[in-house]
């Protein structure tokens, strides 16, 4: 689908400037990890996939469909949409990142591996996306309630792969930040083939944000 901006087209400038805010956070955040890493044996693993989008090959040749759960609330919740589609597509395998050590435990405890690909999701570097993309070659990505990631949307419209949410909310308190960064939203809500979400109030919230009201259904909560 067109974007009608820069931001659609890949505007590498844009691409870079994101880097570069990324990169400025991640190091005023750092003594933090630093700190927690030491005191509480947290973040210690998985920054290759993190940082370089180095995520693990997939054994099998079989086309997958991608989907991302920050943490342990959002993996629970892929549990039933798993049930549902795995008898409908049984030549597919299914990747699941997370972004949390919990959230990647409870994972790989939840779904088996054979048809299931657990691992960290790549922070939204261009460089980390653009190589976990090509890692795994999803045929689609599906992104559980609010996951907005600008270089790693517009890498994978770069490569044409649909992309939908599921289990959608926004609290008014996110809602009034986003109306800040409209223009934005509104081409990433533009990317998506579907936007499901829990209730009608959700999706009044993202079509207000620029969300084609004919890509937003109101499905309930898959919990």
């Not at 370089?52 to 086309?63: D, F, I, M, Q, V």
């Not at 949390?100 to 960290?120: I, N, P, Q, W």
């Not at 949307?153 to 792969?161: C, E, L, N, Q, V």
């Amino acid at each position: 689908r067109p974007a009608g901006n820069t931001i659609g087209n890949g505007c590498p400038l844009m691409s870079w400037l994101l880097n570069i805010a990324y990169i400025l956070l991640l190091i005023a955040v750092s003594p933090v990890l630093l700190y927690r890493r030491l005191a509480h044996g947290k973040y210690r693993d998985g920054w290759g996939e993190k940082l370089l989008g180095r995520l693990p090959a997939r054994s099998s040749e079989r086309p997958c469909i991608w989907f991302h759960a920050v943490s342990v609330g959002e993996v629970l919740q892929l549990q039933s949409v798993l049930n549902e589609l795995e008898p409908r597509l049984p030549g597919h395998d299914f990747v699941i990142t997370t972004t949390t050590v919990t959230g990647l435990s409870v994972a790989r405890e939840k779904f088996a591996a054979d048809r299931h690909h657990v691992c960290y999701f790549p922070l939204d570097f261009s460089w980390a996306v653009n190589r976990a993309l090509k890692v795994i070659q999803p045929r689609a990505i599906v992104l559980v309630e609010l996951e907005l990631w600008p270089n790693f949307i517009a890498a994978a419209g770069r490569r044409g792969i649909p992309l939908a949410l599921v289990n959608g909310r926004i609290s008014e308190r996110s809602f009034r930040g986003y109306r800040r960064i409209r223009v934005l939203m509104r081409w990433l809500l533009r990317r998506f083939e579907t936007l499901a979400v829990q209730n009608e109030t959700y999706g009044q919230r993202l079509i207000e944000l620029g969300a084609p009201k004919d890509r937003v259904v109101v499905t309930g909560s898959i919990k």
